[in-house]
Nanobody, 113 residues
């Protein structure tokens, strides 16, 4: 099982980024997927989740209305569209599947002017 995140970078407050997570080594369409983030000196926190079919989505209160999770089962990929970014969104972003047994290496998002 492997997850490879990409799409992070440096963006100004109010900007947007789209993160991608490509999964391999298992039947992607059978698992819900989650995004988490971890800022320096803080614990890893939940950001968003999507069910195996893409119909059910949930978000942390801190990102609700600004972030959108989606998936393309034909590409074994889950996405996180991040809009109206704030400095407090600065963190390493990780994806994992619903049983949290494997994690990607993360992609860094820095929101700064």
């Amino acid at each position: 099982v492997q997850f490879v995140e990409s799409g992070g970078g440096l963006v100004q407050p109010g900007g947007s980024l789209r993160l991608s997570c490509v999964a391999s080594g298992f039947t992607f369409s059978s698992f819900g997927m989650r995004w988490y983030r971890q800022a320096p000196g803080k614990e890893r926190e939940f950001v968003a989740r999507i069910d195996y079919g893409g119909a059910i989505k949930n978000y942390a209160d801190s990102v609700k209305g600004r972030f959108a999770v989606s998936r393309d089962n034909s590409k074994n990929t889950v996405y996180l569209q991040m809009n109206s970014l704030k400095p407090e969104d600065t963190a390493a972003y990780f994806c994992t599947r619903s049983n949290h047994d494997y994690w990607g290496q993360g992609t860094q998002v820095t929101v700064s002017s």
